[in-house]
T-cell receptor, first 113, second 115 residues
C-alpha cells in the first residue's frame, strides 16, 4: 500500500538464524504495529509502538524484538528463528488506532526451515 | 477483555445473490466495530466502521453492516455479490470508552463468490 512499505516480501531462513523484517511509513503516524497472520488464528498482535522510543508487547511477543528509534521505521527482529515463526507478517500504522484508522503494508511471507 | 468471533471460516455465495458475513463481539463498555478486507497478497483495507448513531452503516464497494446491541453482532452484508468481492474479511472491535485500546481482530472469514 502506498505510504507503508515492508521488506522483504518473501524470506526463507534457517532455524536459529536472526532475521529482521523492515517496515517504513511516510505519514509520520504515531502508532505502528506488527501482526502475524496464521491459518486458524487470524491476525495476532506481536508488538506495537505509540511513538518513537516507546514500544509495548502485544498478544504473542515471545521470540521477537522491536525498536523504534525513528517515527517512520519499526523493524521486527526474530533473534533465533524457529519453525513456529513461519507466518505472514504485517506491519500497520495509525494516527488514530482507537478509531480503526489502520493502514497495512503488503506483508512479508517468512518461511523458517 | 475485548474479543470478536467470526463463526464461519468460509462463506460461499453465487454472484448476484445477497451475502452476509457474521461477526459477534464482547466488550465491557461501548463497542467500536470495524470491517476490513484482504485481497490476495495484500494488506488489510478498511471497509467500514460503527462508532455511534445509526445501526446500519454503509461502507466501501456497496458493503454495509448492521450493529445489533442486544445480539452483540455486527454482520457484514451486501445486497448483490460480485465475483470480485471474493476475499478474506476481518471484523475488529475495541472498547469505545478507552482511547488507548487497540483493535482486536477476529479470525477472518473467506468469502467465495462463484459466477
Amino acid at each position: 500500500d502506498a505510504g507503508i512499505t515492508q521488506s522483504p516480501r518473501y524470506k526463507i531462513t534457517e532455524t536459529g538464524r536472526q532475521v529482521t523484517l523492515m517496515c517504513h511509513q511516510t505519514w509520520s503516524h504515531s502508532y505502528m504495529f506488527w501482526y502475524r497472520q496464521d491459518l486458524g488464528h487470524g491476525l495476532r498482535l506481536i508488538y506495537y509502538s505509540a511513538a518513537a522510543d516507546i514500544t509495548d508487547k502485544g498478544e504473542v511477543p515471545d521470540g521477537y524484538v522491536v525498536s523504534r528509534s525513528k517515527t517512520e521505521n519499526f523493524p521486527l527482529t526474530l533473534e533465533s528463528a524457529t519453525r513456529s515463526q513461519t507466518s505472514v507478517y504485517f506491519c500497520a500504522s495509525s494516527d488514530s488506532p482507537g478509531l480503526g484508522g489502520y493502514t497495512f503494508g503488503s506483508g512479508t511471507r517468512l518461511t523458517v526451515v | 477483555a475485548q474479543s470478536v468471533a467470526q463463526p464461519e471460516d468460509q462463506v460461499n455465495v453465487a454472484e448476484g445473490n445477497p451475502l452476509t458475513v457474521k461477526c459477534t463481539y464482547s466488550v465491557s463498555g461501548n463497542p467500536y466495530l470495524f470491517w476490513y478486507v484482504q485481497y490476495p497478497n495484500r494488506g488489510l483495507q478498511f471497509l467500514l466502521k460503527y462508532i455511534t448513531g445509526d445501526n446500519l452503516v454503509k461502507g466501501s464497494y456497496g458493503f454495509e453492516a448492521e450493529f445489533n446491541k442486544s445480539q452483540t453482532s455486527f454482520h457484514l452484508k451486501k445486497p448483490s455479490a460480485l465475483v470480485s468481492d471474493s476475499a478474506l474479511y476481518f471484523c475488529a472491535v475495541r472498547e469505545g470508552d478507552n482511547a488507548g485500546n487497540m483493535l482486536t481482530f477476529g479470525g477472518g472469514t473467506r468469502l467465495m463468490v462463484k459466477p
